[in-house]
Each structure stands twice: as structure tokens, then as C-alpha cells.
């Protein structure tokens, strides 16, 4: 029997092309020559499709004023970016870095000024104060024309930008910069330093570049520069996105310097925006005062930006203390800047009026604004390198200083007992008229979970001040916590002793004097905290038991970042970051009428979570450049898991009564931020999960709280639910 094959007509088609073939073969014809290869396809993503974007600037000339520039675009893979056009928001600037002086001086007696390098826009604009931008009564601004820096935009022109259509672009700027003669005259040399800036701002990424270049030479490298400060200092204290300017168009630090320059000002206020000014004067923030006859009266810095917004850094707090510490943001050594250390070149006045003012004092009245001509390394007066750094020397040899406690016992009648001396970097013993008797030790035990409660021991009678003990021959001091109680299981606990002691200097000023260590009874001294790491030890009956290990408090904040914004002064008793020893979780209540029922938790947990400077949703300058404050600004990397300490219980205000109320561990580290907003949803959600918000006493919370927080609330979730 015959069987049938059904073929499908794809087959067919394929079967019939095969036959052909071999027809045309079996025949002795050809299928012809093979044709070239093409050239390979382009491997890259769209510019509307990436989520990453760098933009690189490749090479750059300059022809009778005309700029070119090649840059490449890639994402974070180093993939190739395609499709950028005239029309994606893409500016260009270009300043050149020029040797400025100044004429300063009154009239028949002016003198030159070396000014050193200056970033000099040829992109400039002349503007107006735009009066209705001008809230009724505001004070301490100054309006005035005035010039602003500006960058081109590439759509408005037509054949500006090429496409080489593998990632890689030019563009050839509108500005011919050897005709630059309105608002200012530039005049474009060759020799000097220029640098050419990229802004391409898409609605979810922004990338930025720059390009510095000698046009005469053609060189990138060993020529003059100022690269002074790097980011990476401002993102010690800022969040890096709210360092997204400008609509959130400018991101590095080149392109800012580049066109916040001298000649640059703010209309609406009459104040300068150069870069070194406008960041010294923001930075000053509340400090910033001028003298008059009358005494210093704030001086607040502000800009009115576009659309009227007002910027008041008068409302800065600025966290870095001793202010005088350049190296906060001015960091040298490794992997420093290349020209870091310019800021000590006693070039420019324009740093010191920013923080100064114009009038420091009324010893300035007339002077004018040359600081320099005074104040400059053997001059009149100290220069700022000599003004600040004698303003550090006491802070810096107080770190070198340490704490040495010894017999440390409890007495027969109770009592925690120790001596207490101070040595300096080559551990010598300091004498005691260096010392204030009048600055106290801490102790503490369980200082490995949460430090005595408020009510066994208040901090008040924890602290003594070394006049309160016996001072002895040898420099040194026996303290006896007279006030204190020990619990009657203190054997095998750990112990903690802190110091919150200052050391005695004198001051600098005219003439040089030294800083050095002085009689803490001498006139016009200032008093520096001793910085020395807490003692921590474990009891036995009548002195330390030197076969048992402290115990090691759970690793919750990195303090080290703490310091990082707030370095050696952070609020008081500044020898490091060790306030929770006082500011216990069940601390008293302060009374405070701005808060939602008039008291407010004194915990450390909740000073730091709503201090104004710490949580900039409602408060503080509201600019959009905010310290670094999410949870891993200061937590360690398992510094919120919760259910880690089950007995800690909180003592806060009620929100509509302010009287007492106990919380639940867990429930009380959340509201330590969000009490304040709470809702009716809030409590239920808590109370259902074991949670206590309205306990009666402590030993109420104990009794009832079943807390299953960490259930849900795991250290993964919490982290992406705070946007980090």
C-alpha cells in the first residue's frame, strides 16, 4: 500500500529553492561571487532607554575663537549611548582661567593686587533685580544690576552638534570667544587655561564633564590649574543627590566653579555668587554677623533665585566645629586635589569676607577690603593659615591627651571610687593647674545595654566634677560618686567611666603669642575637652575583676561618621560621641510648647532623629541641599534591627496631654521619629503587634509588651522603606 507524505508549503518553498540550486550546479553554472563583508553593527542603548549616563570629553581646538569639542557617551557598562540630539537638554560652557589683579586702596594711594587665578565665563549675561521676586520688607539684601555666567544650549542651533552614530559626538560652539565684548570684555589667550563643561540633563539621570586644556600647546596635563576641593569632601555632610543644582541639571563641582565666577552676582539681593564666597557665606549660616557701632548684628547671606524662591542661609546651622577647621572641606594629602593647598595662599579677601564680612570689627572701619595687606604671614596680622590654625592647636594637642583612671574600687560604705590622671602624647602626667577642676567624669554601668535607668541612677548624679573629689600631690584626682546608689547586683556588671574634662590654653591674636597650655586660673583662657576613649571595665565585689571581658554594647551607630560632619565639638561635653550615656531612653521630658502636647523626649535616640539639622522635611533652610541624613548616615550597617533589646523601655510625652507615657523597645526607637506624626492608624497598627505607646510605669510596659516588630520589619525592608 502506498503512503501518503503531506508537505507543508514551507517545505515545499524550501525543497523547491534546494532543487533549483541543484539543477543550476548539476547544469555547471555558478551562484557568483560572495559578496564584502559590512561593516559591523553598533552595539549601544538610546539615550531615552539608559538608566546610566557618562559623558567623557575625547579632545577639543580652538580656531581663530571658534571652540570645537569631541566627547563619547556610555552607560555604567561602558556601552555605547545613542541618539543624543540638539533637542535632549544639552548645554556648554567655557571659561578660561585667567590671572586676575585688583587695584585696591584709597584714591591717590591705590597699590596692585596679585589676585592669583580666576575662572572667567565668556558666557555672560546682564541682569535686572525683577522686583516683583522681592518679598515686602525683606532685609539685608542689596538689589542691584548685576552679571551672570551662563552656559549655550545646543538646540538653538541647527548643525551644532554632529552624531557620529557609534556613541561618539562633537560639537562646535555659537560663542566665538576671541569677540567677546557684551555684557563683558573677555579677551581669549591661548596660552592660558580653558575649560570646557557639559551639562545633558535627562527627566531621570544627569551627566556632567569637563575639559581643561591649553590651546597653544594643546596640553591637558602641567598646566595651570585650581582645582581646590573635591565632592567627595561635600559628600562627607551632603546627601549627593541634593547636590543636584539647578534643577538638578549640575552635579560636579568643575562646572560649578566654572560659572559661579568674580564677576557673577545675584540681582534681587546684590550679592556676589562666586564660588568661594557664596560656599564660605552659606556655610557661616547663622554666625555670619557684621560689626557696628552698636555691636555684631546678623548678616545672613541670601539669594532670590528663578521664580522668586528665596534662599536665607542665615538659617544654617552649620555643624562642622571648631568653624575654624579648613580641613573639613580643604582635605590634603593622599588622593588631595591637585592644587588643595592654594587656600592658604593669601591671594584672595574673597573667602575671608564671605565668612567676615566687610566689617569684622570696627577696628575695620576704612580699612576696605584688602584683607591681605594686614593679615599675611609676618604682617600686622596673623594670616588666615596663622588665625585658624592657632584656633586648632588646642583642639588637635587635646587629642593626643588621654585619661588614665586607677584604683577604682567600691567602698565600704558602698560608693564607686577612682583616681584620675591626665597625660600628654609622651604619656607624661599633666600638672594639675593645667586641668578644669571644674569639668567632670562620668560613670555609668550596663553601659553594654542601656546604661543605668533614669530613675536608678539620673545622669545628674552620675557626673562629678573633679572639685567634688580630693586633689592629690601627684596630679591626680580621688572621686567618690557620693550621690550615687549602686544596684545591689552591680558584681559582674560592666562598667563605664567617661571623661567630659577640658584642658586650659591660652589664646592667639596680634603679636603671635604661642598656644600652649596654661593655668586654668590665668585671665582670657579658653577650655578644650581632652578626647580619650570611654574605660569600660567589669566589677567584682570591692575592685575591677581582671579575669572578665567588658561586655560590648550592640553595635548601632558608627560614630566616627558623626564626627565627620560635627568633628571635635558635637553639642557639649565634646569628647567624642558618647551621649547616650547621659541621654538614657527613659531620660525626663523637656518642656517645649511647639511640640505636639508641650514635652519632648530627651533620649539620644530622639535628640538625634528630630534634631532640625538632622531632619530637614520641616525644617531648617529648606533648600534642597540637605545634610547626608538617611539611617546610614550614622547607623552601622546593623545598626535597625529591631528586637535586639527587648527591655529597653521609653519614656516620652503624651502627644495631646504631654504627661508621662511608657513605651515598648521597638515601638519607642520608631517613634523617637515619628511620634510627632502619628496617626490613630499608627497606634493600631502597633498595638496589634505587641507594641505598647501608653504604658503606665516601666514595669507596665514590661508586664505587656509582646513585641513582633522584627517579624515584618526586617533590617531589608526598613532600608528600602526609608529610600536607601
Given at each position: 500500500m502506498m503512503k501518503t507524505i503531506t508537505v507543508s508549503p514551507a517545505t515545499k518553498a524550501v525543497l523547491?529553492?534546494?532543487?533549483?540550486?541543484?539543477?543550476?550546479?548539476?547544469?555547471?553554472?555558478?551562484?557568483?561571487?560572495?559578496?564584502?563583508?559590512?561593516?559591523?553593527?553598533?552595539?549601544?542603548?538610546?539615550?531615552?532607554?539608559?538608566?546610566?549616563?557618562?559623558?567623557?570629553?575625547?579632545?577639543?581646538?580652538?580656531?581663530?575663537?571658534?571652540?570645537?569639542?569631541?566627547?563619547?557617551?556610555?552607560?555604567?557598562?561602558?556601552?555605547a549611548v545613542l541618539g543624543l540630539t540638539k533637542d535632549h537638554d544639552l548645554r556648554f560652557g567655557i571659561a578660561q582661567l585667567t590671572p586676575v589683579t585688583e587695584m585696591v586702596g584709597t584714591e591717590g594711594a591705590k597699590v596692585e593686587v596679585d589676585r592669583g587665578y580666576q575662572w572667567q565665563s565668556y558666557i555672560n549675561s546682564a541682569k535686572q533685580p525683577n522686583a516683583s521676586w522681592i518679598a515686602d520688607g525683606e532685609t539685608n539684601i542689596s538689589p542691584s544690576a548685576q552679571y551672570q555666567a551662563e552656559v549655550e544650549a545646543a538646540s538653538k542651533c541647527v548643525d551644532c552638534l554632529v552624531d557620529n552614530l557609534d556613541g561618539s559626538y562633537s560639537y562646535t560652539f555659537q560663542t566665538n570667544i576671541a569677540q567677546v565684548t557684551d555684557p563683558i570684555s573677555i579677551t581669549y589667550q591661548a596660552d592660558d587655561t580653558q575649560r570646557i563643561t557639559l551639562e545633558l540633563k535627562q527627566p531621570l539621570i544627569t551627566a556632567n564633564a569637563h575639559y581643561d586644556f591649553q590651546p597653544s600647546t594643546g596640553l591637558t596635563e602641567g598646566i595651570v590649574s585650581r582645582d581646590v576641593v573635591s565632592i567627595t569632601a561635600c559628600y562627607t555632610c551632603h546627601q549627593p543627590e541634593s547636590l543636584a543644582l539647578h534643577g538638578g541639571r549640575r552635579i560636579d563641582l568643575e562646572n560649578c566653579a566654572s560659572c559661579h565666577t568674580a564677576t557673577s552676582g545675584d540681582p534681587e539681593t546684590g550679592n556676589s555668587v562666586d564660588f568661594t564666597y557664596m560656599i564660605h557665606a552659606i556655610h557661616k549660616g547663622q554666625d555670619r554677623v557684621t560689626s557696628t557701632a552698636d555691636g555684631e548684628v546678623a548678616a545672613p547671606y541670601k539669594v532670590i533665585g528663578y521664580g522668586g524662591g528665596l534662599h536665607d542661609y542665615g538659617k544654617v546651622m552649620y555643624p562642622q566645629k571648631p568653624a575654624a577647621d579648613c580641613s573639613a572641606c580643604h582635605v590634603e594629602g593622599t588622593n588631595a586635589p591637585k592644587d588643595a593647598a592654594l587656600f592658604n595662599a593669601n591671594k584672595s579677601d574673597t573667602a575671608c569676607?564671605?565668612?567676615?564680612?566687610?566689617?569684622?570689627?570696627?577696628?575695620?572701619?576704612?580699612?576696605?577690603?584688602?584683607c591681605t595687606s594686614c593679615h599675611v604671614e609676618e604682617g600686622y596680622g596673623r594670616s588666615a593659615k596663622e588665625a585658624h590654625g592657632d584656633v586648632m592647636k588646642a583642639y588637635n594637642e587635646t587629642q593626643t591627651m588621654k585619661v588614665v583612671f586607677s584604683d577604682v574600687t567600691v567602698?565600704?560604705?558602698?560608693?564607686?571610687?577612682?583616681?584620675?590622671?591626665?597625660?600628654?602624647?609622651?604619656?607624661?602626667?599633666?600638672?594639675?593647674?593645667?586641668?578644669?577642676?571644674?569639668?567632670?567624669?562620668?560613670?555609668?554601668?550596663?553601659?553594654?545595654?542601656?546604661?543605668?535607668?533614669?530613675?536608678?541612677?539620673?545622669?545628674?548624679?552620675?557626673?562629678?566634677?573633679?572639685?567634688?573629689?580630693?586633689?592629690?600631690?601627684?596630679?591626680?584626682w580621688t572621686l567618690v560618686w557620693d550621690k550615687v546608689t549602686l544596684p545591689t547586683d552591680y558584681v559582674g556588671k560592666t562598667f563605664e567611666l567617661w571623661s567630659a574634662v577640658t584642658a586650659c590654653f591660652n589664646h592667639g591674636g596680634y603679636g603671635r603669642p604661642e598656644v600652649k597650655l596654661t593655668a586654668c586660673s590665668a585671665d582670657d583662657i579658653q577650655t578644650v575637652e581632652i578626647k580619650s576613649e570611654p574605660y569600660h571595665f567589669v566589677?567584682?565585689?570591692?575592685a575591677i575583676d581582671d579575669s572578665q571581658t567588658a561586655a560590648v554594647r550592640r553595635n548601632i551607630i558608627n560614630t566616627q561618621s558623626c564626627q565627620g560632619c560635627h568633628n571635635q565639638e558635637v553639642y557639649h561635653y565634646d569628647n567624642g560621641v558618647n551621649c547616650q550615656t547621659c541621654h538614657t531612653a527613659d531620660k525626663t521630658l523637656k518642656t517645649d510648647n511647639t511640640y505636639p502636647g508641650g514635652k519632648k523626649s530627651t533620649s539620644f535616640a530622639f535628640k538625634a532623629h528630630s534634631a532640625e539639622g538632622h531632619y530637614l522635611k520641616h525644617a531648617g533652610v529648606e533648600s534642597g541641599t540637605v545634610l547626608k541624613t538617611d539611617c546610614k548616615t550614622c547607623h552601622t550597617a546593623d545598626g535597625i534591627q529591631l528586637g535586639r533589646a527587648a527591655d529597653r523601655v521609653w519614656r516620652y510625652g503624651d502627644i495631646e496631654t504631654g504627661a508621662d507615657v511608657w513605651m515598648s523597645s521597638d515601638t519607642g526607637a520608631c517613634l523617637s521619629c515619628h511620634q510627632k506624626y502619628r496617626t490613630d492608624a499608627t497606634v493600631s497598627h502597633i498595638e496589634s503587634n505587641g507594641g505598647i505607646v501608653d504604658g503606665m510605669s516601666e514595669d507596665d510596659v514590661h508586664t505587656r509588651a509582646s513585641e513582633i516588630c522584627s517579624t515584618c520589619h526586617t533590617v531589608e525592608r526598613v532600608t528600602k522603606t526609608h529610600g536607601f
Open positions: 523547491s529553492a534546494g532543487l533549483i540550486a541543484f539543477a543550476l550546479t548539476g547544469c555547471g553554472g555558478s551562484d557568483g561571487t560572495n559578496g564584502e563583508d559590512g561593516p559591523d553593527g553598533i552595539i549601544g542603548v538610546n539615550i531615552d532607554a539608559t538608566s546610566t549616563l557618562k559623558a567623557t570629553f575625547t579632545d577639543a581646538s580652538i580656531v581663530d575663537g571658534k571652540v570645537s569639542v569631541a566627547f563619547n557617551l556610555k552607560n555604567a557598562n561602558g556601552v569676607i564671605a565668612c567676615h564680612t566687610e566689617l569684622a570689627s570696627q577696628q575695620h572701619v576704612g580699612v576696605g577690603t584688602n567602698t565600704a560604705d558602698n560608693k564607686f571610687s577612682t583616681n584620675v590622671s591626665f597625660t600628654d602624647a609622651s604619656g607624661q602626667i599633666l600638672p594639675a593647674e593645667y586641668i578644669d577642676d571644674g569639668s567632670r567624669i562620668v560613670m555609668a554601668w550596663d553601659s553594654d545595654k542601656n546604661y543605668p535607668t533614669y530613675q536608678d541612677a539620673s545622669y545628674s548624679n552620675r557626673r562629678i566634677k573633679l572639685s567634688e573629689g580630693t586633689a592629690n600631690t601627684d596630679n591626680s566589677m567584682a565585689a570591692s
